[in-house]
């Protein structure tokens, strides 16, 4: 097989030409040729460190790749960069010797390579299928060269696969612990302290015990708006919306239920029950046969048939041929299956199958040294040793063995309709006479069944008692009626006109943050938060039954001159339902402006008040005293700085200062993130200094070198934020990657 083809059949290649696993180490010089001045704009479609992404570059890759060109692009973009600061390159003469293992480079790391290189009987490779190896690859080199364009991406791509590994060695080889920090590793987590402790939680005082005067409100934001715990590396918008319920009122429910007793008579008396069905249903089926058969949630085929609750289950293995059942919720994969909507059903049983089958076979075929007739009489001659055997697994094995134009001999996990629609993996063994003759046999019926694919000598292993129900059905979707619809729009508006006229009226963000709750809570209304990442605004599908509703709520919150406050222009119809919803807060970068984080502030000065009357509260006295004052458990812990057992970091911290380094004494009260501690210090296990920390040394190192590459080495598809790998992580936080794809499509910012 070409090289070429191998990698386009089976491998992550071409990022450029498949964009199935994107590398994400793209070369540069992929766009050299295609120039492009970008969209005009201050944003175009996005920015990286700093500079538009080019649109034509972006519109070519799209027209290819869909929803991976942004970040194949962009993953090039930062690539690039990095390979040039480096100085990182690849030579044709450093490409051939990492392709043909010589000048010092182990076999190559791509499977599509290896295989040249692997011994076809041992799957091994040694020196002499090296040898061989580099005499196979060279002549397949040599006959893609010959096709200039085939021979430029095969050369692209694996100058990109060498880059990529000079790039994560050079990163890797800048990660190194030094003794000393293998020794404060293991430091950490081996001195070990002994202690009693209590905690009085600072949720046992009510916050209305404390009075927030808004200067010294003020003077608190001064002193701790540099905090960490209040600093943003991103700027962002919250949006608050909500949803009018989208269930149908009762008398939709009661035409709903109406309607279904009228199809249920229908279906009891129709005289075709594929037209009637058909013509009642709003999901139409095109058989009613094996294919008809329905499993229940959770069943190994559910995501190819069509599929009934599980607790439906006992219901459908009771009923008998011709029984109305329904109407019943469709369950959980049909709203996966139709975005969420809510659909019932009633079906009339119209036939059953076996749940599970298992069988064997030996297929005999014509050929050259057998003509039908023979095959017949081999037939019969083989079905009549397997009855007359006295073991006939033992005869059944022999005789396929010997036989059979089937490897495969035992099949099972077989239905009725997988016996007639065949799987890849069973070729040589369905039809209908094959399906038929197991379904409708017993367990242990052998018999010679003839197919289009030959002649069969079939027997039923296995059956279970169970069986699957095949079914004509009415699929009706329950949704709200259109004069619900008009009452929910007509709720929404007189909804929205009312948040409207009171937020008009109100000044701080917190005022109108509170107007907003407090309407929602009067109308019982669940409220959802959204936050919208300025340099990439994306609403979760989770959050929304439409991405129409998403773009409203984008829009609202990026259009010109929004603030918090900020609302719908009008109602967003999300399908069954109405969405309002208002910008409720918004941060920028860095540190905060009081108005951006004054709750928060709030929340933390009346954190520490209480902290502070807690600590006048234990005063001096002791642990035991305080816990009998005040009702409060004694509890004991081993701690160390790696091993922190629940309690706060910070207080951990402290317990390993100098001040506090003793035994068999108690501390004054330590404040911790939510509470107050009282500690009795009892003893200290010291650990025996090690000669060596060559062990810790060695796993920090591959620790680290983990954490910032991960394994493997590849980038996401999606570049999230939660990517688990440092090093994707920081290349995107440092090229500062701006997608204003959404707002651009949207007319807000270009």
Same mark, same amino acid.
């Given at each position: 097989?070409?090289?070429?083809?191998?990698?386009?059949?089976?491998?992550?290649?071409?990022?450029?030409?498949?964009?199935?696993?994107?590398?994400?180490?793209?070369?540069?010089?992929?766009?050299?040729?295609?120039?492009?001045?970008?969209?005009?704009?201050?944003?175009?479609?996005?920015?990286?460190?700093?500079?538009?992404?080019?649109?034509?570059?972006?519109?070519?890759?799209?027209?290819?790749?869909?929803?991976?060109?942004?970040?194949?692009?962009?993953?090039?973009?930062?690539?690039?960069?990095?390979?040039?600061?480096?100085?990182?390159?690849?030579?044709?003469?450093?490409?051939?010797?990492?392709?043909?293992?010589?000048?010092?480079?182990?076999?190559?790391?791509?499977?599509?390579?290896?295989?040249?290189?692997?011994?076809?009987?041992?799957?091994?490779?040694?020196?002499?299928?090296?040898?061989?190896?580099?005499?196979?690859?060279?002549?397949?080199?040599?006959?893609?060269?010959?096709?200039?364009?085939?021979?430029?991406?095969?050369?692209?791509?694996?100058?990109?696969?060498?880059?990529?590994?000079?790039?994560?060695?050079?990163?890797?080889?800048?990660?190194?612990?030094?003794?000393?920090?293998?020794?404060?590793?293991?430091?950490?987590?081996?001195?070990?302290?002994?202690?009693?402790?209590?905690?009085?939680?600072?949720?046992?005082?009510?916050?209305?015990?404390?009075?927030?005067?808004?200067?010294?409100?003020?003077?608190?934001?001064?002193?701790?708006?540099?905090?960490?715990?209040?600093?943003?590396?991103?700027?962002?918008?919250?949006?608050?919306?909500?949803?009018?319920?989208?269930?149908?009122?009762?008398?939709?429910?009661?035409?709903?239920?109406?309607?279904?007793?009228?199809?249920?008579?229908?279906?009891?008396?129709?005289?075709?029950?594929?037209?009637?069905?058909?013509?009642?249903?709003?999901?139409?089926?095109?058989?009613?046969?094996?294919?008809?058969?329905?499993?229940?949630?959770?069943?190994?085929?559910?995501?190819?048939?069509?599929?009934?609750?599980?607790?439906?289950?006992?219901?459908?293995?009771?009923?008998?041929?011709?029984?109305?059942?329904?109407?019943?919720?469709?369950?959980?994969?049909?709203?996966?299956?139709?975005?969420?909507?809510?659909?019932?059903?009633?079906?009339?049983?119209?036939?059953?199958?076996?749940?599970?089958?298992?069988?064997?076979?030996?297929?005999?075929?014509?050929?050259?040294?057998?003509?039908?007739?023979?095959?017949?009489?081999?037939?019969?001659?083989?079905?009549?040793?397997?009855?007359?055997?006295?073991?006939?697994?033992?005869?059944?094995?022999? @005789? =396929? #063995?010997?036989?059979? *134009?089937? +490897?495969?001999?035992?099949? &099972? /996990?077989?239905?009725?309709?997988?016996?007639? $629609?065949?799987?890849?993996?069973?070729?040589?063994?369905?039809?209908?006479?094959?399906?038929?003759?197991?379904?409708?046999?017993?367990?242990?019926?052998?018999?010679?069944?003839?197919?289009?694919?030959?002649?069969?000598?079939?027997?039923?292993?296995?059956?279970?008692?169970?069986?699957?129900?095949?079914?004509?059905?009415?699929?009706?979707?329950?949704?709200?009626?259109?004069?619900?619809?008009?009452?929910?729009?007509?709720?929404?508006?007189?909804?929205?006109?009312?948040?409207?006229?009171?937020?008009?009226?109100?000044?701080?963000?917190?005022?109108?943050?509170?107007?907003?709750?407090?309407?929602? @809570? =009067? #109308?019982?209304?669940? *409220?959802? +938060?959204?936050?919208?990442? &300025? /340099?990439?605004?994306?609403?979760?599908?989770? $959050?929304?039954?439409?991405?129409?509703?998403?773009?409203?709520?984008?829009?609202?919150?990026?259009?010109?001159?929004?603030?918090?406050?900020?609302?719908?222009?009008?109602?967003?119809?999300?399908?069954?339902?109405?969405?309002?919803?208002?910008?409720?807060?918004?941060?920028?970068?860095?540190?905060?402006?009081?108005?951006?984080?004054?709750?928060?502030?709030?929340?933390?000065?009346?954190?520490?008040?209480?902290?502070?009357?807690?600590?006048?509260?234990?005063?001096?006295?002791?642990?035991?005293?305080?816990?009998?004052?005040?009702?409060?458990?004694?509890?004991?812990?081993?701690?160390?700085?790696?091993?922190?057992?629940?309690?706060? *970091?910070?207080?951990?911290?402290?317990?390993?200062?100098?001040?506090?380094?003793?035994?068999?004494?108690?501390?004054?009260?330590?404040?911790?993130?939510?509470?107050?501690?009282?500690?009795?210090?009892?003893?200290?296990?010291?650990?025996?200094?090690?000669?060596?920390?060559?062990?810790?040394?060695?796993?920090?190192?591959?620790?680290?070198?983990?954490?910032?590459?991960?394994?493997?080495?590849?980038?996401?598809?999606?570049?999230?934020?939660?990517?688990?790998?440092?090093?994707?992580?920081?290349?995107?936080?440092?090229?500062?990657?701006?997608?204003?794809?959404?707002?651009?499509?949207?007319?807000?910012?270009?």
């Amino acid at each position: 097989m070409a090289l070429i083809g191998k990698i386009r059949e089976k491998s992550v290649l071409l990022v450029i030409i498949i964009g199935l696993a994107l590398l994400a180490f793209i070369a540069g010089d992929y766009f050299s040729t295609r120039g492009g001045v970008g969209a005009s704009g201050t944003y175009g479609v996005g920015h990286v460190f700093g500079e538009k992404v080019d649109m034509n570059k972006y519109e070519y890759l799209r027209a290819k790749y869909q929803d991976n060109a942004w970040p194949i692009l962009i993953d090039s973009m930062i690539m690039s960069k990095e390979y040039q600061e480096l100085g990182i390159s690849v030579s044709d003469k450093e490409l051939n010797s990492y392709l043909m293992a010589t000048d010092g480079f182990d076999i190559c790391p791509d499977q599509n390579i290896r295989s040249f290189f692997t011994d076809s009987i041992t799957g091994q490779i040694t020196e002499q299928s090296k040898i061989e190896g580099r005499v196979k690859l060279k002549q397949q080199l040599d006959d893609v060269k010959k096709d200039k364009a085939r021979w430029a991406e095969l050369k692209r791509y694996y100058a990109n696969q060498r880059m990529n590994q000079k790039y994560i060695d050079v990163v890797s080889q800048g990660l190194y612990v030094s003794s000393l920090e293998a020794k404060d590793d293991f430091t950490n987590k081996n001195l070990r302290k002994d202690i009693d402790y209590l905690l009085k939680n600072n949720n046992a005082i009510p916050n209305d015990n404390i009075e927030v005067k808004d200067a010294d409100l003020a003077a608190y934001y001064a002193s701790h708006k540099w905090d960490s715990r209040f600093q943003s590396d991103e700027a962002y918008k919250v949006v608050k919306f909500f949803s009018i319920d989208e269930s149908p009122s009762s008398k939709d429910t009661a035409d709903f239920n109406a309607k279904f007793e009228i199809f249920k008579s229908g279906m009891a008396s129709a005289d075709n029950d594929t037209i009637y069905s058909n013509s009642k249903s709003d999901i139409k089926l095109s058989f009613f046969n094996a294919r008809s058969t329905f499993v229940p949630e959770g069943h190994f085929k559910a995501e190819e048939l069509f599929t009934y609750p599980k607790t439906m289950d006992s219901t459908f293995a009771n009923a008998t041929i011709g029984a109305i059942v329904g109407p019943y919720s469709c369950g959980q994969k049909m709203k996966t299956k139709t975005n969420g909507l809510d659909y019932y059903a009633v079906s009339k049983v119209i036939g059953k199958t076996p749940s599970r089958i298992k069988a064997r076979h030996i297929l005999l075929q014509v050929s050259a040294e057998r003509d039908s007739a023979s095959n017949e009489a081999l037939a019969s001659n083989l079905l009549n040793q397997i009855k007359s055997a006295t073991d006939k697994n033992v005869t059944f094995e022999a @005789l =396929a #063995k010997a036989n059979s *134009a089937d +490897a495969s001999m035992e099949f &099972d /996990n077989l239905l009725e309709l997988t016996l007639i $629609y065949p799987e890849q993996t069973r070729t040589k063994f369905f039809g209908k006479e094959i399906s038929d003759f197991c379904t409708n046999s017993a367990v242990g019926s052998v018999a010679i069944v003839t197919s289009s694919l030959g002649t069969h000598i079939v027997e039923v292993l296995e059956k279970d008692d169970n069986s699957l129900p095949k079914l004509a059905t009415i699929f009706k979707e329950f949704k709200p009626s259109e004069e619900t619809m008009n009452l929910k729009e007509k709720e929404s508006d007189n909804i929205l006109s009312t948040l409207y006229q009171g937020t008009e009226r109100l000044k701080s963000s917190k005022e109108i943050r509170s107007y907003f709750d407090s309407v929602v @809570l =009067a #109308k019982s209304y669940k *409220a959802r +938060a959204l936050k919208l990442v &300025d /340099n990439n605004p994306v609403v979760p599908v989770s $959050y929304l039954n439409s991405s129409n509703a998403g773009d409203r709520l984008i829009r609202a919150a990026y259009k010109e001159g929004s603030k918090v406050g900020t609302l719908v222009g009008r109602p967003i119809r999300d399908k069954n339902t109405y969405v309002i919803g208002m910008v409720y807060a918004s941060r920028s970068k860095g540190a905060p402006g009081f108005n951006e984080v004054e709750d928060e502030m709030r929340k933390a000065y009346i954190n520490a008040k209480k902290s502070e009357m807690i600590v006048k509260d234990f005063g001096d006295n002791s642990i035991q005293d305080i816990s009998k004052n005040l009702n409060i458990k004694i509890q004991s812990a081993s701690v160390s700085l790696k091993s922190l057992n629940n309690i706060d *970091a910070e207080v951990i911290g402290s317990l390993y200062s100098a001040k506090n380094n003793k035994e068999n004494v108690s501390l004054p009260p330590l404040v911790g993130k939510n509470g107050v501690y009282k500690i009795f210090m009892k003893t200290t296990a010291v650990p025996v200094e090690k000669k060596s920390y060559q062990v810790e040394k060695d796993a920090m190192n591959k620790e680290l070198v983990t954490k910032l590459v991960k394994t493997p080495i590849t980038f996401n598809q999606n570049r999230e934020r939660s990517e688990e790998s440092y090093l994707i992580n920081g290349l995107y936080q440092r090229a500062n990657v701006i997608d204003n794809r959404k707002l651009l499509q949207l007319n807000i910012r270009n």
